[in-house]
Every structure is written in C-alpha cells, then in structure tokens.
C-alpha cells in the first residue's frame, strides 16, 4: 500500500518533470527566437533587456536556464511580468485560482447531477420518446458552443429580459469571492457554471446510458433480480456500480482539465478573472512568463487529478487494486 | 514405430509481477511416435494446453528441448520454424473465434496453402471437405451460418490442409453437445486411421480421451504423473490422482463416488514433495517431503507415486 | 410419493413478442425432497424454463400455468414475486465469476440477499452469511466473506453461490449448470453438497446437459428438446430403460468408460430446429431412427408405465 502510493507520488513527480522540461523547450530553447526580447516584451528598452538577460540567465546554458526558471516558479515564486510592468506572475495565478475553482465546482455539480439523472432516466426508459427525447437534448447541448451559449445566455439574462421576474435576480457580470458573501457567490457563478455544464450533461449522459445498459446485461445483475431485489436496487446499486468507471475516468479528466484553464471561453464570456482568462490575457499580450505560469498550473492540476481518479479507481475495483485486470 | 515428436525436460514458465513464477509446465518428458494419438489430461491449469502448444512451437520454452523427427525444433526463430509449421497443426476448442468473420470459408481454408506457396488449392479443398463431411457448397458462405458442429469440421479440414504428420487439438469437442461431440470424436478417429496422422489430444474428458487416444499422459501441477497405454491406464489407474480423475467423471451407470477435498494448489506456489500429497487420501509422510520421480511399472506405463496402486 | 408437491408448471407455454415459441407445452413436477434434473442440448430450452419460474424473462409472453407451493406464478404481481425470489425460491448460476458482483466482496453480496428479506441487523446478517459459508465447506468462512469473487477459486466461489441462495432457507433450489465452468474433482464436491441439499428436504431442479450428473444427483429426470418435454419419468427408471429415441440416443452417445471401445460411437444426424422452424409433427421425427407416417402428429406427453411419461408414437397404445 504505501510502496504503491510512494511509486505513484514519484510517477507524479516524474510526469511534472517531463512537462517542465517541455514547455521550457517549446518557450525558451526554440532556435532562432531570443526568449528575452520575448519576456521583455515588445518596445522594451536596452537596459531593461540587459537586466532580464542577466536575471533570467540566457547568457547561460540552458539546464542553469532552466533551473533559474523553475526556481523562479516554484521557490521564489517572483517570475514577473515585464508587459504588465512588474506584476508577480505566480500570486496572480493563484488569485484566479480560487474564481476557477468555484466555477468548475458549480459546473461539476451541475453535470454530474444533470448527467445521473438523465443518463439513469434513458437507460430505464430506453427505446421510448423520453430515451429518444434526452438524447437529443443531449445531442443539442454537447454540439452547443459554450461561448455562444454564454453570449446568448447574457444577451438574455443581462439585457433582454433583466428586468422581467425570472432575471431580476441575476447580479452584473463578474465575480463575487465567497469570504465577501457566499450567496453572492453562488449567484455570480450560477448561470456561468450552468452554461460550462450543458455540453457536459449531453457527453455524460450518453456515456452512462450506454454504460448502464451494457452493464444491466451482465449475468451479476441476474443474480441479483434472483436475490429479489427490486428494480431501484437493480439500477441504482448493482447497474451503476458496474457502470462507474468509465464514468469517473471521464470525469477526472474533464475536471482536471477545467480547473487548468480549460473553461477559459466561459471565464471569458462571464468575466471571470479566472486562470482561463488569465491565460487568455496573456496569450493575447505574449506575455511569456505569466503563459509559462499558467501551463505549469495546468500541468500540475491534470497530473494531480489523474492520481486521484486512479485511487477512486482501486477503491471502486478490487481487481485494479491487485493490478489485475479483466476478469 | 518411429519417434515423431519428441520432448526433453520440458518447462515453461512465466514470469509474474512482483517477482513470482508460474510454473505451467515442468520438467516434462514424452514422444510420440508415427500415427501415434497420444492424450494430455488433467485440470484447469495442470499444465496441459500449454504443453500442447510448446510442443509445437508456439511459445518457446524455458528450458528443455523438442525435437521433430530427431531434428531439434525448441530455441529456432520463427523464421527457422516457418519451415516446420506445415508438419504440425493445430485445432482449437473455440471453433468460433478460429475463424475470422468477415472472410468466406473458402478464403480461410485455401489461406495456408497459399501461404506456403501451394499449388491445386480447389483440388485438396476438396477432397478435405468430403473427409470431414461437408459438401463444397460451404465455401462461399461465412463462418457465422454454420452450427458448432460443423466449424469444428472446418477448423479439422483447416488443420489438414498442408498436410501435416502432427495435429494438436485442443479441447476439440468440449464446447459442443453430446450428441455433436460423438460426431467429432468419430471424425477425427476417422481421419486418423485414413491418414494415419499423429495426435496430441489436449482434453479433460477422461471418456472422450478414451475413444480417441492410444496413449495417455495424466498431468497435475506441471508435471506427467502418469503415462500409459489408455485402455491399461483407465483400466487400473497406478496414480492416485488418475483413479480420482477417474471416479469423478460423473456416469448415468454408476452413483456419485465420495469427492476428492480441497481445491487444485496454486502453479504459482506448488506444494513441497508430491505435489499431490494435499489431496491424496492415500498420503504418507515421505509423500510430503520427497517428489516421486517418473518410474516405469510395467511395458510402457510409468507413473510418479512413492505408493503406486499398481 | 406422498410428499408434498412444490412446483408444478402445467402446459408452460413461452414466446417471444415476434410470436416464435421457445418452449411449447412443458409440464414438469418437482416435490419436496426430490431432484429433477432437466437435460436437453444447447437451445432446448431448459434454461429458459428455470428462467421463467423464477420470472427472469421480461419480454416473452408465458401462458400455462407454473404453480408454487399451491400458489399461481403467472400474472402475479412482480412485487409479490419478488418477495418470493430468493427466500421461496433460489437460483444459482454456471459461472459464479460472473454471477456475483465483481466488485464487491462476496459476504457483502450474501448480507445483501438477507436483509432483502428477513429484518435483521448487518451484524446478524453477517453472523448468518459467516455460518452459511461454513456449512457449505467454505474454510475460514470469516476470512472468505471479505473476499472478492475474483480471490477464491472456482469451487470455493460456486460453494459461496451455494450458500447466497440457500441464505433465505427456500423450499426450491434452482441450479442452472451449476458445475459445467468447474473441474471434475470440484464438480464432484459441488454434486454431493446439491445431495445433501436436496435430503434435507428442499426441492432441487438441476438444469444440465450431462446425462451422467443427472443420474448421480437427481431422483427424477426430464428430457427437453426443442423446447418439449419428450420424456419424464424417475432416474434410475430412465437412465436403465430410456423410452423416448432422443434419451436412448443421447445416452449411447457417451463414450464407455470400461468394456471394448466402440470403432464409432452411435450419433444423432442432423441437428436440432430452430425455433421457428419447428416440425408440425413430433420434433425429433427428423432426427429419429424409428420415423413412422404418425409421427407427423405431434404426439401428446403420455404415461404408458407407472410414474413414467414420454411423448413418443411409439408408446401409444
């Protein structure tokens, strides 16, 4: 048990490393592309060049580049940003982490509900309108553009019909921290997280359907009517426990990816000044030390999240847990 | 007779996770002669399929020798064995999955010979279908139109096709009904009396084995614990094993015999001594302590027991 | 043969929606104590008529009647019958790998079937499942309950089956090939704990193709085929004298295991019909050596010796 934990910590650790090493290539050892005219950004003056070639070291080689850069991310953490005149990038990533955070949470709940009780909701009634109707509307939702739902969403809510009954209630784009007031905050976040969870609920739902349905087939859950069990118990304990997998696998990964910057169009959209739109910002400025900040975060996120769905793996397989797989 | 095939101390083992070793098969020796049929019997997991395909070459082993009309066959590349292959083949118990779906019978069976550059395909097809009982008829259809049954008649006719002086068939009728399954085993009789082709039966069912083999190799845990001329072998069994082998078998003519105890040990962890000194209802301390190594009885019947029954 | 009548399926009929029937008029009976072994090849339908007494079959139209312990199955309410699946009646299955659960442990699964039906504590629950596993041969029943189906071997996981399905104590024990996935020695373990079930007073019906399982553990025996009865009657009976050409062929159809070997064993030509294309007369006439003109009405299931039943021309006085 902890000789596992212990390999996958230093698998972890290991997959951070190569990603490092990466995005240190992609952005600083591309030939022909001087990484401090780059940093300095565009129009900056000979002394300010000289002073990041110096700090940054590129008059170096590239392993002590390297190892200067990673100890500016992650030790002294005062990688700033010379577009954004002297701003520290690191703290202002881990500001916006918080607004993504809370964003993709509220999203995950939505779509994790959303998906359970339309995928649960098909696969029982399958092959009738409300099967056909769900997925669909499943269909409808996962070909949906977030930004353009986003946009029609504030085109109604903000503008069109904000004084009517259903809207009134809707507050100004933007984000409102939960130390301040937490029913502000789920207020700010509600139709955001909602808008990021429709394609989501669609992807979802077909996935657990198909998955319960395959799962509904096998010969467990046979014994399982002949225990006497009755239809709820069938679905909902035996189907579903055989059907998470994939489920949960997916959702890792989503998650992880969100939370990394992936809901950046929806940030965007809502003006949230979340890592998305962090990464937005930046890629829009070139600002390169805030763009190398905001991959390493995102790096660091997907690679935590796909430890922790291996270990909700084990725990939901006792097969996996033995390194067995199959049956 | 001459020998056709023969094994050496014999073993495969594998290699598992976590520094463990499954030993499938171990320190096995045996021959079989020209139009010999000789039967691999035992459990799941003593060993026997992957004797059966070691033998032949598939999968090479991890110590000891096979040698194919005296030349030797275990250690060659696949390139070397290619030269081989056609003298051995194999029949698989799944009939089902043998054959690829999408392609006509005719395509699969003319495919070895093309392989090996042969020439009158449609004449030895033949021929073949009218040995195994199906008329040409079947060859433009697919795999999935025809019974069980009948994909076993393919697959033998598939196997024959180049001609080979060896078959290793695998479970041959064990997923087929009873009244099919007496087909099966009369065909393959058949065919090997008018070919006179040598046999490896790889098979559980001790009745089945019977009618078909001349000679039979009762295996547990990786190893032969019994060999002899079937008929003598089932007639009075030396191994203990062999006899409760034997006694289980469940028969219409006679009442349900008090069982063996205990399960099949693991291969990953075989017991000390004899292997089967766990189950046997005739242990006897030595039994714990020493293997008992194959000796002879009788003409051409050993058996590895401190305390044979014989 | 006082003893008190359990289950008795009278003119069991079952159809697919399409209006193919898979069983056409099977009437069985199975008493108190006794073991009916139910024998037919792959498709016979003897499954299928397990299957539809413990009302597994969502989708095919049954009609006839299968009655148990006096009451009538068909067109109860699932809600009743479910109440009788598993505590009445108990099922066990070919591949304990695949009928339990994968992923959960096994005593989690048996604790589950008894507090579907009786009301008791997890403790207690787990108390019973750690007794039954005991009584079934299981060594360290306490140790085995936490495990997963996947830790124990095929005999010890068939054994844990065993002792799920009689959690509940049912009067009838349903086994679907209970031992065709196990080895022969292990297969002899699992015949002689379905003996002592079945002396201990619960009804037994044993769905298998093995001819020689049958004899050793049932009393009685039904021949299916194509989705008839052709032949009923009390094992010892059947197995000495086979009235019915299919049982006759199916026995001669096993290889001897003493005496002379045979050049060729006796076979069956052809193949069993498919549902839908079933013979207007009797279903084996296509098959049966002894095929006569009357054989083109299909004969009715009759009892031409005391306690025996065939459906045969043959027989027909």
């Not at chain 1, 591309?30 to 070639?53: E, F, K, L, M, N």
Request: with cysteine; proline share 7%; aromatic share 6%.
């Amino acid at each position: 048990m902890i000789r596992s934990f212990a390999s996958r910590t230093g698998q972890m650790l290991l997959v951070i490393f190569g990603i490092s090493v990466l995005v240190f290539c992609i952005f600083f050892a591309t030939p022909g592309a001087d990484p401090t005219a780059r940093i300095a950004g565009r129009g900056a003056s000979p002394q300010v060049v000289a002073r990041i070639r110096a700090e940054y070291g590129f008059d170096r080689p590239l392993p002590v580049q390297y190892v200067t850069m990673m100890q500016k991310l992650f030790v002294s953490r005062d990688l700033t940003s010379f577009v954004n005149h002297g701003q520290r990038v690191v703290p202002e990533v881990l500001q916006a982490a918080p607004v993504t955070l809370s964003l993709v949470l509220w999203a995950a709940f939505f779509w994790v509900s959303g998906s359970l009780v339309f995928g649960i909701a098909s696969a029982v009634l399958r092959d009738s309108w409300v099967d056909r109707l769900l997925m669909v509307l499943g269909l409808i939702g996962l070909s949906m553009p977030v930004f353009w739902l986003g946009e029609v969403v504030n085109l109604v809510t903000q503008s069109r019909w904000h004084d009517t009954f259903l809207f009134r209630w809707v507050p100004p784009l933007g984000y409102v921290p939960f130390s301040q007031s937490p029913w502000g905050w789920a207020k700010a976040l509600f139709l955001p997280s909602l808008t990021l969870a429709v394609c989501f609920i669609g992807l979802y739902a077909r996935v657990l359907r198909s998955e319960l349905l395959t799962a509904m087939g096998e010969d467990s859950i046979r014994t399982a009517r002949a225990k006497g069990a009755g239809p709820v118990r069938v679905w909902l304990w035996h189907g579903l426990r055989l059907s998470w997998l994939s489920y949960v696998s997916l959702f890792g990964l989503d998650f992880a990816q969100l939370l990394g910057g992936g809901a950046l169009l929806t940030e965007v959209v809502f003006a949230l000044p979340g890592v998305g739109r962090l990464t937005y910002q930046a890629l829009a400025t070139l600002d390169l030390p805030l763009i190398m900040a905001t991959v390493m975060y995102a790096a660091v996120f997907v690679v935590i999240a796909n430890a922790l769905v291996d270990g909700l793996y084990a725990l939901l397989d006792p097969r996996i847990r033995e390194g067995r797989h199959g049956r | 007779m001459t020998i056709l095939l023969e094994a050496k101390n014999l073993s495969k083992h594998y290699r598992l996770a976590r520094g463990e070793t499954l030993r499938a098969v171990s320190d096995v020796s045996l021959a079989v002669h020209r139009g010999e049929a000789l039967a691999l019997v035992g459990e799941s997991g003593c060993g026997k399929s992957t004797l059966g395909r070691t033998l032949i070459g598939l999968g090479a082993p991890s110590s000891g020798e096979v040698f194919f009309e005296g030349e030797r066959i275990s250690g060659l590349s696949d390139r070397a064995l290619r030269r081989w292959r056609p003298r051995m083949q194999m029949v698989f118990q799944d009939s089902s999955s043998t054959f690829n779906p999408r392609r006509t019978i005719g395509d699969t069976l003319a495919e070895p010979m093309r392989i090996h550059g042969r020439t009158g395909i449609a004449e030895r097809i033949g021929t073949l279908l009218e040995q195994v009982g199906l008329s040409s008829s079947v060859l433009s259809r697919y795999p999935h139109e025809f019974s069980g049954g009948q994909r076993q008649r393919l697959n033998i006719a598939r196997a024959l096709m180049l001609g080979p002086e060896l078959l290793v068939a695998d479970e041959p009728t064990s997923a087929l009904d009873v009244s099919v399954q007496a087909q099966i085993v009369n065909l393959l009789r058949e065919l090997r009396n008018s070919l006179g082709v040598a046999c490896v039966f790889i098979s559980h069912d001790l009745a089945v084995v019977r009618q078909m083999a001349d000679r039979i190799a009762v295996m547990y845990l990786g190893r032969i614990v019994e060999e002899g001329d079937v008929l003598a072998v089932l007639e009075a069994p030396a191994h203990p094993y062999t006899r409760a082998l034997l006694n289980a078998v469940p028969r219409p003519d006679r009442p349900l015999p008090p069982p063996l105890k205990g399960d099949v040990p693991s291969p990953i962890h075989p017991p000390q001594g004899c292997a089967f000194h766990t189950r046997c209802p005739l242990t006897q301390p030595r039994c714990s302590q020493e293997r008992p190594e194959l000796h002879r009885i009788a003409e051409g019947r050993t058996v590895a027991c401190h305390y044979p029954l014989l | 043969m006082g003893a008190e009548m359990l289950l008795k399926l009278h003119h069991l009929h079952l159809e697919l929606p399409n209006g193919t029937a898979l069983l056409e008029d099977v009437s069985l009976n199975v008493r108190r104590g006794d073991a009916l072994g139910v024998v037919g090849e792959s498709g016979s339908g003897k499954s299928l008529t397990a299957m539809s007494v413990m009302g597994l079959l969502p989708g095919l139209k049954a009609s006839g009647s299968i009655c148990f312990e006096g009451r009538e199955l068909l067109g109860m309410k699932d809600r009743e019958w479910r109440r009788l699946r598993g505590a009445g009646m108990a099922m066990i299955f070919q591949d304990p790998m695949t009928a339990f659960l994968p992923v959960r442990s096994i005593g989690a699964q048996i604790d589950e079937q008894i507090r579907l039906h009786d009301r008791v504590s997890r403790r207690e629950a787990r108390a019973r499942t750690v007794a039954l596993l005991g009584r079934m041969g299981v060594p360290d029943p306490e140790a085995a309950a936490k495990r997963y189906p996947h830790q124990l071997s095929g005999g010890l996981r068939q054994r844990a089956m065993i002792a799920m399905a009689l959690s509940c104590g049912p009067s009838l024990l349903i086994a679907d090939e209970p031992t065709t996935a196990l080895d022969v020695t292990v297969q002899a373990q699992i015949l002689t704990l379905l003996c002592e079930i079945r002396d201990s007073g619960a009804g037994v019906m044993l769905i298998t193709h093995d001819m020689g399982v049958v004899a050793q553990t049932c009393t009685h025996v039904a021949v299916v085929y194509s989705g008839l009865v052709v032949e009923q009657g009390p094992v010892a009976a059947v197995m000495a004298r086979p009235l019915h050409p299919y049982t006759q062929a199916l026995l001669e159809a096993i290889p001897p295991l003493d005496g002379p070997r045979p050049e060729a064993l006796p076979t069956i030509p052809g193949r069993p019909p498919a549902p839908d294309a079933r013979p207007e007369g009797c279903v084996f006439a296509p098959r049966c050596r002894f095929v006569r003109p009357d054989c083109a009405v299909r004969p009715a299931l009759r009892e031409p010796e005391e306690g025996r039943h065939v459906a045969c021309v043959l027989y027909d006085a």
